[in-house]
Nanobody, 129 residues
Framework: EVQLVQSGGGLVQPGGSLRLSCAAS????????IGWFRQAPGKAREGITC????????RYVDSVKGRFTVSRDNFQNTVYLQMNSLQPEDTAVYYC??????????????????????WGQGTQVTVAS
């Protein structure tokens, strides 16, 4: 069974850090595109970063650039999202997603949720004092 299982998340104070994990089962990530999305209350789901499972190339939206880092461990078949300097506006449910046998296009298409075939269950990140 193809599955993405997320872990991590929780409550953190402004300026704090969290790391999210996204573990794949039923397939390997080494030829796939893995994206991270988030959805804040009352807002649309937005793509924030993606990573090419084959060569590790990454892309970030401006709102998280320099604060968030996406990485992958192909031996563990897991992708990570390290989030530093978190702010209240980062509060959202975070999702990982995979498009099989794909790559970064460096266009708005990278942030199209419809392009991604498999999704994690989502994990809540709350930034508050």
């Amino acid at each position: 069974e193809v599955q993405l299982v997320q872990s991590g998340g929780g409550l953190v104070q402004p300026g704090g850090s969290l790391r999210l994990s996204c573990a794949a089962s039923g397939f390997t990530l080494d030829d796939d595109l893995i994206g991270w999305f988030r959805q804040a209350p009352g807002k649309a789901r937005e793509g924030i970063t993606c990573i090419n499972g084959k060569d590790g190339r990454t892309r970030y939206v401006d709102s998280v650039k320099g604060r968030f880092t996406v990485s992958r461990d192909n031996f563990q078949n897991t992708v990570y999202l390290q989030m530093n300097s978190l702010q209240p506006e980062d509060t959202a449910v975070y999702y990982c997603a995979v498009e099989r046998s794909s790559e970064i296009y460096y266009s708005d298409y990278d942030w199209e949720a419809e392009r991604y075939e498999y999704w994690g269950q989502g994990t809540q990140v709350t930034v508050a004092s």
